[in-house]
């Protein structure tokens, strides 16, 4: 079956433009998570959806940076009007139930910002 | 922040050799995972320990968790070229959150 898939794959935007990434997770996983990977570094957590609860957004670094998920299933992470800082690998992941377990990682999309 | 420490940073051996990258954490957790990622993209789960368990294989893959040192270790066995790529651990936190904590990573170069 597919895995978690994300576009675009790779995003060049200019500072202060607003830019929206999608995430289709696996069919049927009912969690799914948000995280940015800078240059040479480790995830760092952004937001996690789990079926009809209210999002965990404790990792979204400012308010410029929103997610939704809608009908449980797709999910776009907006960041308005873009920063430097903001260049990193967005990486999105889903799994079956919110219990902690294994998380299945899509291939990522690549933020460029000038 | 990231909660996890791991080390080395990197790490560079022969083929055939054994791998050994060590992670360290701060919490109290439900469980310690170990991902693998090729070229800066998209990770796979490689193995999940418990809590209440000290020591798990897959394959060439032995990770052992010591709760009263927060501290995990994943050693790979007879290394392949293949194997070249980063390697994280990630912690499920005791209580409440169930998003992973990363830790900074190992990339692993084995050499033919």
């Known amino acids: 079956g597919a895995g978690v898939s994300q576009s675009p794959s790779n995003k060049v935007t200019e500072k202060g433009k607003d830019v929206e990434l999608r995430c289709d997770p696996i069919s049927g996983h009912t969690a799914l998570y948000w995280y940015r990977q800078s240059l040479g570094q480790g995830l760092e957590f952004l937001i996690y959806f789990q079926g009809n609860s209210a999002p965990d957004k404790s990792g979204l670094p400012s308010d410029r940076f929103s997610a939704e998920r809608t009908g449980g299933s797709v999910s776009t992470l907006t960041i308005q009007r873009t920063q430097q800082e903001d260049s990193a690998v967005y990486l999105c992941?889903?799994?079956?139930?919110?219990?902690?377990?294994?998380?299945?990682f899509g291939p990522g999309t690549r933020l460029t910002v000038l | 922040s990231q909660q996890g420490e791991e080390d080395p940073q990197a790490l560079s051996i022969q083929e055939g050799e054994n791998a050994t990258m060590n992670c360290s954490y701060k919490t109290s957790i439900n469980n310690l995972q170990w991902y693998r990622q090729n070229s800066g993209r998209g990770l796979v789960h490689l193995i999940l320990i418990r809590s209440n368990e000290r020591e798990k294989h897959s394959g060439r893959l032995r990770v052992t968790l010591d709760t009263s040192k927060k501290s995990s270790s994943l050693l790979i066995t007879a290394s392949r070229a293949a194997d070249t790529a980063s390697y994280f651990c990630a912690t499920a936190q005791a209580q409440g959150a169930q998003k992973l904590v990363f830790g900074q990573g190992t990339r692993l170069t084995i050499n033919p």
């Open positions: 992941a889903s799994s079956l139930v919110g219990s902690a377990g294994e998380q299945f």
